[in-house]
């Protein structure tokens, strides 16, 4: 062998994770795969091309040769493009552009070659639209690069943020968290469409070397920004078990992205006639109605502890792909709270930034009033989804399943029920300006007032009720042509999928909203 190609080989090696035996086992007694082993399992076989792989930290002037090839390999940033879920879409929609910070290289720090690498890469996914997959554990910047001293001094002049924050709304941008993620990688995980994190994650903006160097007291890393609370305030969308699930829910997000899924199952359509009870006032799960309705496993749900009282994702139907967005009954009788209006929301620019059809299943007796909602800013929480909502150019389908009251159905509607592709209700649907029995309360006060026998009373306000009752009841509402149709829960599938075929498609390139806001 050449000499050359030998000393090309040898440095190589030093990047592959049988030859540093070390880094590997420390990642194992944490239960954590590597860097290069999460981008190996997200890639296709053999698809991953590597770019920058021969850095190494800026650290020469302290450091021997030797010893910056064996411990800080590709500077601890692994990048380059392959495909995902290339069996399923094919080459041309699958290919991908990852990044993976290397905890196993100085803390997963961002030095000044990977800040380098990393302005490269960015450069390439937005030429060529690349979805980007972020591996983003690792402490933030790293003060110890002093070969970069005469270059840059606080380097404030940085690309990589900006760059990085101008792909959201261009391309899918997936963060994957699992350990520690703090200041520099948490601002850069911060920007993604959706951030998936292992139950051993912590995120913060300032790491505990920060935190401490403010003057804010001395903590632990795993004190700081743990899973149970940055999955109820809303910043991790998706919680997993371990590596390997976040690596498998990294490709299933990305799939919906790619196009239709060649192949399918779906459950029988029957069982959604039973799915809501007869008893008005019975909750039921919203879930296993979204479950029933798409293909079998297609159903992903982000922030399932944040804004309870909604529920969003991502489903298949017949293979293609919706977002979702759907009223839980289950909290607070399906009401809109200022959090589940954001989640909302953010799910409709999440569809008109990619291309996605939008399903909305409603069950909703309004927005939720009260002084101390007022204190969480509901009036301008709530109205995002009529700003957003009216800006949607992608296909928007809503079916009421039961509730559908005042503004919040409408909101849920995209603003009206004229302003859907096609709103479509089940039998079981009652609608209304507000719920019918505070609406005979506050309409019809003077006249019980005036009952003094309470018996009598009670007959006049049951009359009242069933007389409303009657006249909001889906039938006779689509006779009014507020809705377009009532519709067998059996055939919503085939309503939708028609609706899909007839809907003028989406115009991506020229969204109602040019970015998918971090919040």
Same mark, same amino acid.
């Given at each position: 062998?050449?000499?050359?190609?030998?000393?090309?080989?040898?440095?190589?090696?030093?990047?592959?994770?049988?030859?540093?035996?070390?880094?590997?086992?420390?990642?194992?007694?944490?239960?954590?795969?590597?860097?290069?082993?999460?981008?190996?399992?997200?890639?296709?076989?053999?698809?991953?091309?590597?770019?920058?792989?021969?850095?190494?930290?800026?650290?020469?002037?302290?450091?021997?040769?030797?010893?910056?090839?064996?411990?800080?390999?590709?500077?601890?940033?692994?990048?380059?493009?392959?495909?995902?879920?290339?069996?399923?879409?094919?080459?041309?929609?699958?290919?991908?552009?990852?990044?993976?910070?290397?905890?196993?290289?100085?803390?997963?720090?961002?030095?000044?070659?990977?800040?380098?690498?990393?302005?490269?890469?960015?450069?390439?996914?937005?030429?060529?639209?690349?979805?980007?997959?972020?591996?983003?554990?690792?402490?933030?910047?790293?003060?110890?690069?002093?070969?970069?001293?005469?270059?840059?001094?606080?380097?404030?002049?940085?690309?990589?943020?900006?760059?990085?924050?101008?792909?959201?709304?261009?391309?899918?941008?997936?963060?994957?968290?699992?350990?520690?993620?703090?200041?520099?990688?948490?601002?850069?995980?911060?920007?993604?469409?959706?951030?998936?994190?292992?139950?051993?994650?912590?995120?913060?903006?300032?790491?505990?070397?920060?935190?401490?160097?403010?003057?804010?007291? =001395?903590?632990?890393?795993?004190?700081?920004?743990?899973?149970?609370?940055?999955?109820?305030?809303?910043?991790?969308?998706?919680?997993?078990?371990?590596?390997?699930?976040?690596?498998?829910?990294?490709?299933?997000?990305?799939?919906?992205?790619?196009?239709?899924?060649?192949?399918?199952?779906?459950?029988?359509?029957?069982?959604?006639?039973?799915?809501?009870?007869?008893?008005?006032?019975?909750?039921?799960?919203?879930?296993?109605?979204?479950?029933?309705?798409?293909?079998?496993?297609?159903?992903?749900?982000?922030?399932?502890?944040?804004?309870?009282?909604?529920?969003?994702?991502?489903?298949?139907?017949?293979?293609?792909?919706?977002?979702?967005?759907?009223?839980?009954?289950?909290?607070?009788?399906?009401?809109?709270?200022?959090?589940?209006?954001?989640?909302?929301?953010?799910?409709?620019?999440?569809?008109?930034?990619?291309?996605?059809?939008?399903?909305?299943?409603?069950?909703?007796?309004?927005?939720?009033?009260?002084?101390?909602?007022?204190?969480?800013?509901?009036?301008?929480?709530?109205?995002?989804?009529?700003?957003?909502?009216?800006?949607?150019? =992608?296909?928007?389908?809503?079916?009421?399943?039961?509730?559908?009251?005042?503004?919040?159905?409408?909101?849920?509607?995209?603003?009206?029920?004229?302003?859907?592709?096609?709103?479509?209700?089940?039998?079981?649907?009652?609608?209304?300006?507000?719920?019918?029995?505070?609406?005979?309360?506050?309409?019809?006060?003077?006249?019980?007032?005036?009952?003094?026998?309470?018996?009598?009373?009670?007959?006049?306000?049951?009359?009242?009720?069933?007389?409303?009752?009657?006249?909001?009841?889906?039938?006779?509402?689509?006779?009014?042509?507020?809705?377009?149709?009532?519709?067998?829960?059996?055939?919503?599938?085939?309503?939708?999928?028609?609706?899909?075929?007839?809907?003028?498609?989406?115009?991506?390139?020229?969204?109602?909203?040019?970015?998918?806001?971090?919040?």
């Amino acid at each position: 062998m050449r000499p050359e190609l030998a000393e090309m080989r040898e440095r190589h090696g030093f990047l592959l994770d049988e030859n540093r035996p070390d880094a590997v086992a420390r990642r194992q007694q944490k239960n954590q795969q590597t860097a290069r082993a999460n981008v190996t399992a997200l890639c296709d076989t053999d698809s991953f091309i590597e770019y920058g792989g021969l850095a190494v930290a800026a650290q020469r002037g302290r450091r021997s040769a030797e010893d910056l090839i064996a411990k800080t390999p590709a500077d601890g940033l692994i990048a380059g493009i392959g495909t995902v879920n290339n069996d399923l879409i094919g080459e041309e929609k699958s290919r991908c552009m990852v990044m993976a910070y290397d905890y196993t290289v100085l803390a997963g720090t961002q030095g000044y070659f990977n800040h380098k690498k990393m302005d490269r890469m960015l450069k390439l996914a937005h030429e060529q639209r690349l979805p980007l997959v972020l591996f983003a554990e690792g402490g933030g910047g790293r003060p110890g690069d002093v070969d970069a001293i005469g270059v840059m001094t606080a380097g404030l002049d940085l690309s990589t943020f900006a760059a990085f924050a101008g792909l959201s709304g261009r391309v899918p941008l997936v963060g994957v968290v699992s350990g520690p993620c703090f200041a520099g990688n948490a601002a850069l995980l911060g920007c993604c469409d959706v951030i998936i994190a292992t139950k051993n994650s912590n995120i913060g903006m300032g790491g505990p070397v920060m935190i401490e160097g403010g003057g804010l007291g =001395v903590f632990k890393p795993e004190e700081i920004g743990p899973i149970d609370v940055q999955t109820k305030n809303g910043v991790v969308d998706i919680e997993v078990a371990d590596d390997a699930a976040a690596v498998n829910t990294a490709r299933q997000y990305l799939s919906y992205f790619q196009g239709r899924a060649p192949q399918w199952e779906a459950d029988d359509q029957d069982l959604l006639r039973d799915l809501i009870p007869e008893n008005k006032k019975q909750p039921y799960d919203v879930r296993a109605v979204i479950q029933a309705m798409a293909d079998r496993n297609s159903f992903l749900e982000l922030r399932p502890k944040f804004g309870p009282g909604m529920v969003t994702g991502f489903v298949r139907v017949e293979g293609r792909p919706f977002g979702v967005i759907a009223n839980n009954c289950m909290h607070m009788a399906g009401a809109i709270e200022a959090e589940g209006a954001d989640k909302a929301a953010r799910m409709m620019q999440l569809c008109q930034a990619h291309g996605l059809p939008v399903l909305s299943l409603c069950d909703t007796p309004g927005f939720m009033v009260g002084p101390e909602m007022e204190k969480r800013a509901q009036v301008r929480h709530v109205c995002r989804m009529f700003v957003v909502g009216s800006h949607l150019t =992608v296909p928007y389908f809503t079916v009421v399943l039961r509730r559908g009251y005042g503004l919040g159905v409408m909101a849920m509607a995209k603003g009206g029920f004229h302003e859907s592709f096609f709103t479509a209700a089940w039998p079981t649907g009652e609608f209304g300006a507000m719920g019918i029995e505070g609406a005979i309360k506050a309409g019809f006060k003077k006249e019980l007032a005036a009952i003094e026998d309470p018996g009598a009373r009670d007959q006049f306000y049951n009359q009242m009720v069933n007389e409303l009752y009657q006249r909001g009841k889906a039938i006779n509402i689509a006779s009014y042509l507020e809705l377009d149709a009532v519709i067998d829960p059996a055939d919503t599938r085939q309503w939708i999928m028609r609706g899909i075929k007839s809907a003028p498609p989406s115009k991506p390139d020229t969204p109602g909203h040019a970015f998918v806001d971090p919040w």
